[in-house]
């Protein structure tokens, strides 16, 4: 039996993962943690001792003593509980992307001093981790990440102007919780995924491309030095990268229907459009610049998507205010958490200073 502590209990993420427990004989909750909504009713159905809802998800952790993180908190209020299981060698099954993207040489310290399995949930990252899994690095030539292009793909720039949040929210491949569709829409999603990838697997970012495939059939591909192409397909459903990570190697059985192959399946691909959607270019340059920059992307750009959501901000206007916070912040490296909390915090009073009040 495996005691999974699921962290973001009642978002997206939570809920399939608490469906992927409920059909998997071999695991239970052990823990159960959310922002600001109530837990009372999923504690008492699953029996669940060890709830928390806000405040500090390492002292949760610590008391719960799980065998498995699922870390499927938003943004940047994930790192404490990251860092907690890779330092502690617990396997860290990772859908809170913008962790490792904040804190991401922290975060590599921390599993080489802790020694346990860090699991990804995004399901590019799942597909290409499978697609390497058992390969050596110098046989690998490059990474492909996937990306649906979003509900804008194929607008220009000027077409953007405007755009409301329910058409923003209104994804065409995958159904997700507010922020990470937002950031699908502006391709900044696509952005933390190219750093998250690095960080990952430690491929340089010249070797990382990014293409635009709107049907979300193929996840992720990785190219071989003898020309190979590996890739792994499977419908938009998060159930599979989720069951993965948690029952990983035994790759336990869901109910996810296989593709149909014969029924005429054609796969599309295409160049992202870097001009309309320059927060993926944004973030390239971020973690080329490697240190606190990436953590700075990713604060200015969860200030700028909270103002959108909030009506406070245009849609474009999210690359303006990331692009000013990573020209203005220092993007010195992090020595440790404190020294990454107040790189956060500079990143977010600079993007603030951006973003009317309301
Ligand atoms: N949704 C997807 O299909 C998908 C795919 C790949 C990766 N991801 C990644 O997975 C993560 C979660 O995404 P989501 O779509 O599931 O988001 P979501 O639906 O907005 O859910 C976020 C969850 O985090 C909880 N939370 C927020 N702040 C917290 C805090 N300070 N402490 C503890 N819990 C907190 C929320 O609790 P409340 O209910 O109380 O607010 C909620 O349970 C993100 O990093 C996202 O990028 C998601």
Same mark, same amino acid.
């Given at each position: 039996?495996?005691?999974? =502590?699921?962290?973001? *209990?009642?978002?997206? %993420?939570?809920?399939? =993962? ?25 504690? #008492? ?7 928390? /809802? ?10 719960? @003593?799980?065998?498995? !993180?699922?870390?499927? &908190? ?6 404490? *509980? ?58 690998? $030539? ?23 949040? @329910? ?5 065409? /491949? ?8 937002? $950031? ?23 070797? %990382?491309?990014? !293409?635009?495939?709107?049907?979300? %059939?193929?996840?992720?591909? &990785? ?13 938009? $459903? ?44 944004? =973030?390239?340059?971020?973690? @080329? +610049? ?5 953590? #700075? ?7 700028? !998507?909270? =103002? ?16 000013? !916070? ?7 490296? +992090? ?10 915090? @500079? ?12």
């Amino acid at each position: 039996m495996k005691r999974i =502590a699921l962290l973001g *209990a009642t978002g997206s %993420i939570g809920r399939q =993962a608490i469906e992927v427990v409920e059909r998997t004989p071999e695991l239970e909750l052990c823990a159960l943690a959310s922002g600001s909504s109530d837990l009372s009713r999923l504690a #008492a159905e699953h029996g669940v001792e060890h709830v928390q /809802t806000g405040g500090d998800l390492v002292e949760l952790l610590e008391q719960a @003593e799980p065998d498995v !993180v699922l870390n499927a &908190v938003v943004g940047f209020a994930g790192v404490g *509980a990251t860092l907690w299981a890779l330092e502690r060698g617990v396997t860290l099954a990772l859908a809170n992307k913008e962790s490792l993207v904040a804190a991401g040489d922290l975060a590599l310290a921390a599993r080489e001093r802790g020694g346990g399995m860090l699991l990804p949930v995004d399901s590019e990252h799942s597909a290409l981790f499978q697609c390497l899994e058992g390969r050596s690095g110098d046989t690998v $030539d490059s990474l492909v990440l996937t990306a649906s292009g979003g509900p804008f793909r194929g607008r220009a720039r000027a077409e953007l102007e405007g755009v409301t949040v @329910e058409e923003t929210l209104a994804h065409p /491949t995958w159904s997700m919780g507010p922020k990470i569709t937002v $950031d699908s829409a502006t391709l900044a999603n696509k952005g933390l995924e190219l750093i998250e990838a690095h960080v990952l697997f430690g491929v340089p970012y010249d070797a %990382i491309e990014v !293409v635009v495939h709107p049907s979300s %059939i193929v996840h992720g591909l &990785v190219r071989f030095r003898d020309g190979a192409l590996l890739a792994h397909l499977g419908h938009p $459903d998060m159930t599979v990268p989720i069951s993965y990570a948690l029952t990983y190697p035994q790759r336990a059985a869901t109910e996810v229907p296989q593709l149909d192959l014969a029924s005429g399946l054609t796969l599309e691909f295409e160049a992202p459009d870097l001009d309309t959607f320059p927060l993926l270019a944004l =973030a390239r340059r971020a973690g @080329e +610049a490697a240190g606190t920059a990436p953590a #700075a992307y990713n604060a200015a750009n969860e200030v700028a !998507v909270t =103002a959108f959501l909030e009506g406070r901000l245009p849609f474009l206007a999210i690359a303006d205010v990331v692009a000013d !916070v990573l020209g203005a912040a220092s993007g010195a490296p +992090a020595r440790d958490l404190d020294d990454l909390v107040e790189a956060d915090a @500079e990143a977010r009073r600079l993007a603030e200073g951006g973003v009317p009040v309301g």
